[in-house]
């Protein structure tokens, strides 16, 4: 089974930093891309950001130029430093990890929220 651990989430006011983290585990894991979504309040789940296991990253058009997603092969882990936030970002952020085989697996979700 394949295990995604998330951290770095918690309380921030509006224009602060976070960073979230996302390790992979499990047997036989192969990754084609890990990425982040997010689901605000009374909306529906919405891509954040993904990076392939080539390096190709995509962001949502509402946080380019203060996003970036970046991973650790080694380690098996996804970062998101999340800059300059906006109460909008406020949102359960979700790990995502897609296999070679195109499984998806997700993780359990981290709360950002984000004060104005």
């Known amino acids: 089974q394949v295990q995604l651990v998330e951290s770095g989430g918690g309380l921030v006011q509006a224009g602060g930093s976070l960073r979230l983290s996302c390790a992979a585990s499990?047997?036989?894991?192969?990754?084609?891309?890990m990425g982040w979504y997010r689901q605000g309040p009374g909306k529906q789940r919405e891509l954040v950001a993904r990076?392939?296991?080539?390096?190709?990253?995509k962001y949502a058009d509402s946080v380019k130029g203060r996003f970036i997603i970046s991973r650790d092969n080694a380690k098996n882990t996804v970062y998101l430093q999340m800059n300059s936030l906006k109460p909008d970002d406020t949102a359960v952020y979700f790990c995502n990890l897609r296999s070679l085989v195109y499984s998806e697996y997700w993780g359990q979700g981290t709360q950002v929220t984000v004060s104005s």
């Open positions: 499990g047997s036989g894991l192969s990754i084609n891309a």
């Open positions: 990076i392939t296991s080539s390096g190709t990253t």
